[in-house]
């Protein structure tokens, strides 16, 4: 998600930007392939790629536009910095490119593998709460919100004693931008890799995950979100995040997601 806002915001790439993708592509002299090489897409255009997580296409966007340029564009969602919320420091940490288990951030692109980074490879990490206020930033035109655990203070007597006011923090993506990646994401759950998603009579936008951790058959899978009714501004955003899956985001988080969002959506067919 971070990649097509650095894509679309550079303009030099549109939705409708069109790729090659033979089912992998080559960084540093080495093949980088999709998840699943048996089918290459061919002539594919930004929007089906996200559709259906293509990573050859991520990984041409980020040796076109090189990593400093996609974690400049990280910045604006927050990452490189410790998230704002009610809870002590040491329970958050920022996201980002990390070396030697400290943040990091290089001082040339040629430092980074900004292929393999523009789909979430190389020594990239993330936290849920930094994916779901990406997701929320997309669903939201762009503007992102503070978050907060803490709604509101009531007393013994049951007067509120205070109340959290939304907060707006920054726009890290413009609003037609924005309006392109949220339809992207709409597809990726009406007919990519995040169907299992989907809840009759909402409009989802997801984006699937599934990260290599070096061990054999085990991955971390990833479902992001945004969710409300057709035609009105999203009332959830959501990321999942599992260890030691053997199979995909689409498969393992994407449901979760649902679950959840269909919980908060329905309340009151879920008692």
């Known amino acids: 998600m971070v990649t097509a806002a650095a894509a679309l915001e550079s303009s030099r790439f549109a939705p409708d930007s069109e790729f090659v993708d033979p089912g992998y592509c080559i960084a540093y002299g080495k093949r980088v392939n999709n998840f699943d ?150 597809s990726a759950v009406q007919g990519g890799t995040g169907t299992a998603a989907q809840i009759a009579g909402y409009r989802i936008g997801g984006k699937t995950g599934t990260a290599e951790t070096g061990v054999q058959g085990q991955n971390t899978t990833w479902f992001i979100a945004f969710a409300g009714r057709p035609g009105k501004r999203p009332e959830v955003a959501i990321a999942v995040a599992l260890e030691r899956q053997s199979l995909t985001g689409g498969v393992t988080a994407a449901p979760i997601a649902r679950a959840v969002m269909q919980a908060l959506l329905r309340p009151a067919a879920n008692p």
């Open 37 to 186: 090489t048996s089918r290459p897409f061919g002539r594919i255009d930004l929007a089906t790629a996200l559709e259906h997580s293509v990573n050859s296409v991520f990984c041409n966007i980020g040796k076109a536009l090189g990593a400093k340029r996609i974690l400049e564009q990280a910045k604006k969602f927050g990452f490189y910095e410790r998230p704002p919320l009610e809870t002590p420091d040491g329970e958050r940490y920022p996201s980002g490119l990390y070396r030697n288990r400290e943040l990091w951030y290089p001082k040339r692109d040629s430092d980074v593998d900004a292929g393999r980074m523009a789909f979430g490879q190389e020594r990239l990490l993330v936290t849920p709460l930094q994916m779901a206020m990406v997701a929320a930033a997309i669903g939201n035109a762009g503007i992102l919100m503070r978050p907060y655990v803490v709604e509101k203070l009531v007393s013994p007597r049951g007067t509120t004693v205070s109340r959290t006011e939304p907060e707006r923090l920054s726009r890290p993506v413009g609003p037609v931008n924005a309006r392109d990646i949220a339809n992207m994401m709409v």
